[in-house]
């Protein structure tokens, strides 16, 4: 069982950045994928950054430019750097790794951004 625990969620204004942060309870290494996904009010939830297989990364084309995924092995946890935040990205942010073919997600921080 795999234990993750997002924070850095928080109220900031538009244009302003955010450093969210997902400590997994295993080693980064055992993980195929590693990614941040978001959910706003009356959406669904949608894919924001990936690490596929450790060194492929892909984006969400809204957030291209303005997001970096990024890990940290020795701490166990990866990171999603945020900046140029606009009112639109406010949402909650999972955090999930799939370990073999088993998919874990975190509780999710609130990213709120004032216009």
């Known amino acids: 069982q795999v234990q993750l625990v997002e924070s850095g969620g928080d109220l900031v204004q538009a244009g302003g950045s955010l450093r969210l942060s997902c400590a997994a309870s295993?080693?980064?290494?055992?993980?195929?994928?590693m990614a941040w996904y978001r959910q706003a009010p009356g959406k669904q939830r949608e894919m924001v950054a990936v690490?596929?297989?450790?060194?492929?990364?892909n984006y969400a084309d809204s957030v291209k430019g303005r997001f970096t995924i990024s890990r940290d092995n020795a701490k166990n946890t990866v990171y999603l750097q945020m900046n140029s935040l606009r009112p639109e990205d406010t949402a909650i942010y999972y955090c999930?790794?799939?370990?073999?073919?088993?998919?874990?997600w975190g509780q999710g921080t609130q990213v709120t951004v004032s216009a």
């Open positions: 999930t790794v799939v370990q073999r073919t088993v998919r874990y």
């Open positions: 295993g080693s980064l290494s055992s993980f195929n994928v």
């Open positions: 690490i596929i297989g450790g060194n492929r990364i």
